[in-house]
C-alpha cells in the first residue's frame, strides 16, 4: 500500500519560511518523479515543482524542492512566504514526470499552510 505522508505546514507570518516533508512508503521511491502541488480555496489544484521540473513563476527564487531517496522524503522549503502562498500543500508521485493534477499516480493527504499579512 503506497503512502505519502506530509508534515511542516502551519501558520507563518510574511517573509517567514517553512520546510515541508513528505514520506513515501510501499513504493520503489527512486524511480518516480516526486511533485509538490497546492491548492487555494475556491481555486484548482496546481503544480508547484518537481525536482528536476521547473518551479511554477510565483514561487521562482523562493522556493526549493529536494529529495533524499535514502530517506524516501521530498522536501520543500518556502522562504520569502507571501499571503497568497496560502493553501493546501500535497506532494504527489508520479512514474511519468507529469505535472498535471489530473494524472498523478499516488498522493498525500495534505498539509495547511497558512501566511498571515
Known amino acids: 500500500q503506497v503512502q505519502l505522508v506530509e508534515s511542516g505546514g502551519g501558520l507563518v507570518q510574511a517573509g517567514g519560511s517553512l520546510r515541508l516533508s513528505c514520506a513515501a512508503s510501499?513504493?520503489?521511491?527512486?524511480?518516480?518523479?516526486m511533485g509538490w502541488f497546492r491548492q487555494a480555496p475556491g481555486k484548482e489544484r496546481e503544480f508547484v515543482g518537481g525536482v528536476s521540473r521547473s518551479l511554477r513563476r510565483a514561487v521562482k527564487g523562493r522556493f526549493s524542492i529536494s529529495r533524499d531517496n535514502a530517506k524516501n522524503t521530498v522536501y520543500l522549503q518556502m522562504n520569502s512566504l507571501k499571503p497568497e502562498d496560502t493553501a493546501v500543500y500535497y506532494c504527489?508521485?508520479?512514474?511519468?514526470?507529469?505535472?498535471?493534477?489530473?494524472?498523478?499516480?499516488?498522493w498525500g493527504q495534505g498539509t495547511q499552510v497558512t501566511v498571515s499579512s
Open positions: 510501499g513504493l520503489s521511491f527512486s524511480n518516480y518523479a
Open positions: 504527489a508521485a508520479d512514474y511519468q514526470a507529469r505535472t498535471s493534477a489530473t494524472t498523478q499516480d499516488y
